[in-house]
């Protein structure tokens, strides 16, 4: 089963397949944003926007 939701940034569908654990991160296909799934019950998810990790190259 796939449950869907609208990117938050550009509001593309999301498939996420309803096995999503809550914390799991999700790609938009579209933008390349990502999501945190904060909820996944009974084959309905929610996500937020997932923290910006910033990388540290150590210069
Ligand atoms: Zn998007």
Redesign the pocket.
Known sequence: MIATVS??????E?EVAAATEKGEIVE??????EHEVVDATDGRVAVELAPEVEEDWGE
């Open positions: 990117c938050l940034v550009c509001d593309a999301l938009c296909a579209s933008c390349g944003q």
